[in-house]
């Protein structure tokens, strides 16, 4: 679907005329899914992140999770960057993340929260050097999701060289040192996060293309086929604390 926030240029590099130009794709189709995978490798083999292999593509178990959004970021109808979103609840736990840093994550998931898990992010390589917005409008996704599934917290397992960005975006901060990640064999991630509800209207006024309606949010994140209707987790969340996600609304006016 089109993209249906308002532009902020000065938050868009090389203009605003991108937004407009972009569609977020769920990834469902067997040729979608072989196009993300491979693109995917592109990104990490240029990265440096993984080795060569024959298959040339990338791909895991969690792409088929329950709990998973796998978005492609099309500009003019061609691939150019993908993120795959976890809503993960106390009944719904599946992420390389929560693998990683569980530790961390269980006892919160063990309390009621409900995160949301932006991974496997990837840009193509030489679109990424044309359309240097991707990062924003890729990541975008992960806010969009933060405020459809009400989440307590919205989270990044990031290498450690890429810190910064979430720190100034979404005002993430390190919550873990670094540690390995499986497959890859040149960098380590750290887990980052931060108070969705407190810091929402903060990082909204500073990156207003951080906004959308309720309507786009719907068309993005509400799915009818038997693997994805499984978990409900917008529904766990309202159940789990009505008040707070009412104050949410009510301090955003």
Known sequence: MKSGAEPHAAHLPRGAALFDRID??????????????????RAYLHAGLIAPSESRRVTDRFDEAPNTWNFGIYVDGELCSSVRIHVLTSEWRMSYTTEVFGDVLHPRLDRGEVLVDPARFAADPEKSQRFQELPYLTLRLAYLACDHFNADTGLAMVRTDHQAFYRRVFLHEPITEPRAFPGWHSKKVTLMASDFPRLREKVLARFPIMRSSAFERRMLFERTSPRQAAPRPVLLAAARNADAAASVVSSAR
Do not use: C
Not at 27 to 35: C, G, L, R, S
């Open 24 to 41: 977020y794709r769920l990834i469902e189709t067997a040729e979608d899914k072989d196009n993300l995978y491979l693109m995917r490798y």
